[in-house]
């Protein structure tokens, strides 16, 4: 049987850069939905229902394309409260990495931050076998 | 988030193998309910109250007190045996979000289609996605208004369900039931010949 995307805390230490000054957690999650890795802030089972609540808003996002012009290609989500903020990027072809924050942060500097980051990890997790991760879309 | 960190259900180290599980099924069946029921971690859920405009798509004919219907996911996790951890994704029941549907079934093993026994015909056009898509299924029929159940063999015959294709009753609000449902799609997706076409492909 194949099974589903597999942890890998070994991949942890490459959040570290995310970790700016008002950021509360990030987590990587796979294509599936299923948490790659995720910051040593944030416990397990939520790590597991954040990844499952940016999996269905990637879904949501992914379905509004088709409202945007001409073959757009989703790049990332971002989600405004009055607590913070939420984003949602791509890291490379099958994976997503969310980043929560408070409202404090600076914006700017934190979303180029994140996009070096999903860059790295996009390139990190392209090298790793997929376990179960066939691409059936 | 809001759960207290000491409140973590913490995952043994043994437990490796995920299995990703869609239940689906029509508006109303009881999707969130035995998410709610079965999941060992607080579920997550993404209700909206549904305005009267709503009310007119979604037939509520038959269907009382149900104020909200989830818009977008719910999900739960349950822990089945020392190896084997269930990831359950419970997608819109209504037509209209079928496009996201399609994305949330990306890397499922197989779905457990649930059905109102009062409504059967209401999970057909789910259960077509399912066969199209190759991916495995059981179905089980929720008999929380415990009407009279129709024997095994008219439900089966009434889903033309080939005979391999687990079919069970349960009450979505009974944790060993839900997790007996469960159980059977897992071990029929254990013994699916697709999933080997799936992992080659």
């Known amino acids: ?137 | 988030m809001g759960s207290e960190p000491s409140g973590e259900v913490y995952l043994p180290d043994s437990v490796r193998t995920a299995v990703k599980v869609l239940v689906v099924g029509p508006f109303a069946v009881g999707k969130s309910t035995f998410v709610n029921t079965l999941s060992e971690i607080e579920p997550l859920h993404t209700e909206e109250t549904m305005t009267r405009d709503g009310a007119v798509v979604d037939d509520l004919h038959g269907i009382t007190d149900k104020t909200t219907t989830t818009v977008a996911l719910d999900f739960g996790r349950r822990t089945l045996s020392d190896r084997v951890v269930l990831y359950m994704f419970g997608t819109p029941g209504q037509q209209r979000f079928l496009s996201m549907w399609e994305d949330l079934a990306h890397g499922a093993l197989g779905a457990l289609v649930l059905a109102d026994v009062a409504r059967l015909e209401e999970s057909f056009d789910v259960i077509s996605v399912l066969e199209e898509r190759g991916l495995p299924y059981g179905v089980a029929i929720n008999d929380f208004n415990s009407v009279d159940i129709p024997s095994h063999e008219e439900l089966r015959e009434a889903f033309d369900l080939l005979p391999e294709i687990p079919l069970v009753t349960c009450d979505a609000r009974d944790r060993s039931a839900t997790a007996r449902a469960m159980i059977s799609l897992v071990e029929h997706v254990l013994a699916s010949p697709l999933q080997h076409a799936q992992e080659s492909a």
Not at chain 1, 21 to 27: D, H, N
Not at chain 1, 76 to 97: C, K, R, V
């Open chain 1, 1 to 137: 049987m194949s099974t589903n995307t597999v942890r890998r805390p070994e991949l942890r230490w490459m959040l570290d850069d995310v970790l700016l000054p008002e950021v509360r957690s990030a987590v990587v999650l796979a294509r599936d939905g299923l948490v790659i890795t995720a910051t040593g802030d944030i416990g397990e089972a939520d790590a597991d229902r954040f990844a499952a609540c940016l999996a269905s808003l990637r879904g949501s996002s992914a379905a509004a394309t088709e409202f945007c012009g001409a073959q757009p290609t989703w790049n990332q989500t971002l989600i405004e409260f009055d607590t913070g903020y939420i984003f949602l990027i791509a890291a490379g072809p099958h994976a997503y990495m969310g980043v929560s924050t408070t409202k404090k942060v600076d914006m700017g500097p934190a979303t180029q931050r994140f996009h070096a980051v999903v860059q790295k990890l996009g390139s990190e997790l392209g090298t790793l076998p997929r376990s179960g991760d066939s691409d059936r879309s």
